[in-house]
């Protein structure tokens, strides 16, 4: 079936540290990928996402790219601020009237 | 434009005692989902509906889950009895859904139930 493996958190970083989160998935169709956010007592929001190989989403500075070959979608941050503290989660929808699969979400905490 | 709502935030009630979530979607979305979110895991499907039709209720442990939308707005899911394990987040997202295209679901903020 389809599953989503992302790397386990907590990650704690310096502001302006760059930040990477790895991701990968296996799935029987052609899947569309994404990365939700969820920030302290807040729902989870879409953050970025890719629908084919090798499209790149980008977002409040946050970019992914994914690649069919290495069947990942690695979170980047080139300059991680305090603000971005929060649970991130790697997801996929397979073709068809699927639902999402998550991973089990990151936690990322920026200390100041 | 106002979000997916969910009520109440959070809930704590003992074991055997039923207990019920209310989503009102974002306005024109036809599409609604109910995750449930355990502790250190990401949101896994319990129903999703399409319009007043449930279109995918496999993972919805129907011998103590129900759900409702009636007029194909507002949802409720309901626990009776509620059992210890049934303690996690339970979301609710919303989407329009149109034909031949990769719809984005908004969540609401979850309710966080506590079974004791």
């Known amino acids: 079936g389809n599953s989503v493996t992302q790397m386990e958190g907590p990650v704690t970083l310096s502001e302006e540290a760059f930040l990477t989160i790895n991701c990968t998935y296996t799935?029987?169709?052609?899947?569309?990928l994404f990365w939700y956010v969820q920030y302290p007592g807040e729902g989870l929001q879409l953050l970025l996402k890719a629908t084919k190989a090798d499209d790149k989403g980008s977002n409040k500075g946050f970019e992914a790219t994914y690649r069919k070959e290495t069947t990942s979608f690695h979170l980047e941050k080139g300059s991680v601020q305090v603000s971005d503290s929060a649970v991130y989660f790697c997801a996929l929808k397979d073709t068809g009237n699927t639902p999402l699969v998550f991973g089990k979400g990151t936690r990322l905490s920026v200390i100041a | 434009e106002a979000g997916v709502v969910q009520s109440p935030r959070y809930k704590i009630i003992e074991k055997k005692q039923p207990v019920a979530f209310w989503c009102n979607p974002i306005s024109g979305h036809n599409t609604l989902y109910w995750y449930r979110q355990n502790l250190g895991q990401g949101p896994e499907l319990l129903i999703r509906?399409?319009?007043?039709?449930?279109?995918?209720d496999s993972q919805l442990p129907k011998d103590r889950f129900s759900a409702e939308r009636l007029k194909g707005v507002d949802s409720t899911l309901k626990i009776q009895p509620a059992e210890l394990g049934d303690s996690a987040v339970y979301l609710c997202?919303?989407?329009?859904?149109?034909?031949?295209?990769?719809?984005?679901?908004?969540f609401g903020p979850g309710t966080r139930l506590l079974v004791l």
């Open positions: 997202a919303s989407s329009l859904v149109l034909s031949g295209r990769l719809e984005t679901q908004y």
């Open positions: 799935a029987t169709g052609y899947p569309s």
């Open positions: 509906y399409e319009n007043e039709e449930a279109v995918d």
